[in-house]
T-cell receptor, first 112, second 113 residues
Framework: SQKIEQNSEALNIQEGKTATLTCNYT??????LQWYRQDPGRGPVFLLL?????KEKRKERLKVTFDTTLKQSLFHITASQPADSATYLC???????????FGSGTRLSIRP | DAGVTQSPTHLIKTRGQQVTLRCSPK?????VSWYQQALGQGPQFIFQ???????QRGNFPDRFSGHQFPNYSSELNVNALLLGDSALYLC????????????FGPGTRLLVL
């Protein structure tokens, strides 16, 4: 069955640096890959979607890359701020109307 | 513009009982998906409702059932509760049976004793 792996350890970054989170998957590539942010006790918030034929997507300080050869997506937050501290989830979709598979998330802490 | 709402926010039940959770989608959305999230894990897809029908289902037993109403709101029912059903239950809404952009509600925290 399809598996998703995200950085298992929490990530601690100094404010102002770039945070890079990893999402690796096994087996076949998804049609879409999403990134979400989740704060404690709250539902996930959609951040970005990247399609299998796209290499990179940007939104303000966020950048997502998608490498179907490596079976990996990287999520970057540039000029990180303490307010960026949260758990970040990646999720795979194999078509626009199919089941979503989520990773277990990476907890990111930005220290001032 | 109302976002996704869920009720109740918290619930405590005992083993063997039944529970019903409710979700109202974001305005303009007609598709509702339900997820179970255990502590420290990512959400696990339970099922999706679109046009009042269950369209997709994850690996959950038949104890988990749902319904979608003509106003697009939805219910998740869980029968014969087990201790392992304790989790955060999330509802997400989207459009047209698609899941490319989903908006999640705050969740219902269920504790089974």
């Amino acid at each position: 069955s399809q598996k998703i792996e995200q950085n298992s350890e929490a990530l601690n970054i100094q404010e102002g640096k770039t945070a890079t989170l990893t999402c690796n998957y096994t087996n076949y590539s998804p049609a879409y890959l999403q990134w979400y942010r989740q704060d404690p006790g709250r539902g996930p918030v959609f951040l970005l979607l990247i399609r299998e034929n796209e290499k990179e997507k940007r939104k303000e300080r966020l950048k997502v890359t998608f490498d179907t050869t490596l079976k990996q997506s990287l999520f970057h937050i540039t000029a990180s701020q303490p307010a960026d501290s949260a758990t970040y989830l990646c999720a795979l979709l194999y078509s626009s109307a199919s089941k979503i598979i989520f990773g277990s998330g990476t907890r990111l802490s930005i220290r001032p | 513009d109302a976002g996704v709402t869920q009720s109740p926010t918290h619930l405590i039940k005992t083993r063997g009982q039944q529970v019903t959770l409710r979700c109202s989608p974001k305005s303009g959305h007609d598709t509702v998906s339900w997820y179970q999230q255990a502590l420290g894990q990512g959400p696990q897809f339970i099922f999706q409702y679109y046009e009042e029908e269950e369209r997709q289902r994850g690996n959950f037993p038949d104890r988990f059932s749902g319904h979608q109403f003509p106003n697009y709101s939805s219910e998740l029912n869980v029968n014969a509760l087990l201790l392992g059903d304790s989790a955060l239950y999330l509802c997400a809404s989207s459009r047209g049976g698609r899941q490319e952009t989903q908006y999640f509600g705050p969740g219902t925290r269920l504790l089974v004793l």
